[in-house]
């Protein structure tokens, strides 16, 4: 994408910026993470533990927004260890509350702005087909980089222990 491009975009992402602030997680962000995935009743919660050793083990993949320093979104990912050049998102989520104000959005920026010099141009995630809003995130995500978005099955239903939707690959690139 041309740079004044790309700067547009991300200054239009930036209209209720007071307060916001978008960075990488700490150890004493963990219990707030669980707390969001707990109350956003659609994420499949893990234990508090995983959250606690995610903002310690992959912070730099990983990115927390806050509003007035509380946090009020979060994505935590990790280099794909077969593939270092793709990113894979496992899971992104904001504060009901603090929904539809491009937060999101922003947190997907910053995650792969901050991996590009280490030449990682490829993000990934996974998506259940009832999930618009995930859905569009990732849509509206690739298209403001003038990225490709190449779906296919990944985890069908049966593949999990209790119900569950199926999972689909979202793989979005090259990132410019
Ligand atoms: C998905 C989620 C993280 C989006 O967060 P958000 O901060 O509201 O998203 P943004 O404001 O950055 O919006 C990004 C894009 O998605 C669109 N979008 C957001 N919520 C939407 C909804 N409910 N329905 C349709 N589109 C939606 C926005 O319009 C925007 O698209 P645009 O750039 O074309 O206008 C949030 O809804 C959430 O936490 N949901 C529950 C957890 C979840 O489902 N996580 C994803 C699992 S992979």
Same mark, same amino acid.
């Given at each position: ?7 547009? /975009? ?50 730099? *993949? *990983? ?25 894979? /998102? ?5 504060? *009901? ?54 779906? $296919? ?8 222990? $209790? ?14």
């Amino acid at each position: 994408m041309p740079g004044d491009t790309k700067s547009a /975009v991300l200054a239009s992402r930036q209209h209720s910026d007071s307060g916001v602030e978008v960075r990488s997680p700490v150890v004493e962000d963990g219990a707030a993470l669980w707390r969001i995935v707990v109350e956003s009743s659609v994420l499949d919660a893990n234990s508090p533990y995983a959250y606690l050793l995610w903002c310690r083990d992959f912070a730099r *993949s *990983s990115v927390v927004a806050t509003v007035n320093g509380e946090p009020a979104g979060f994505v935590t990912g990790y280099v794909r260890p077969d593939q270092p050049d793709t990113v894979m /998102v496992w899971q992104v989520a904001v504060d *009901s509350e603090h929904r539809g104000h491009g937060l999101a959005g922003r947190m997907l920026d910053h995650l792969v702005d901050g991996l590009a010099a280490e030449s990682v141009a490829w993000l990934e995630a996974t998506v259940t087909p009832d999930n618009q809003a995930s859905t569009r995130l990732f849509s509206s995500f690739a298209q403001a980089r003038g990225a490709d978005l190449v779906q $296919e099955p990944i985890f069908p239903a049966g593949l999990f222990p $209790e119900e569950h939707e199926p999972e689909v690959l979202f793989r979005i690139g090259p990132l410019v």
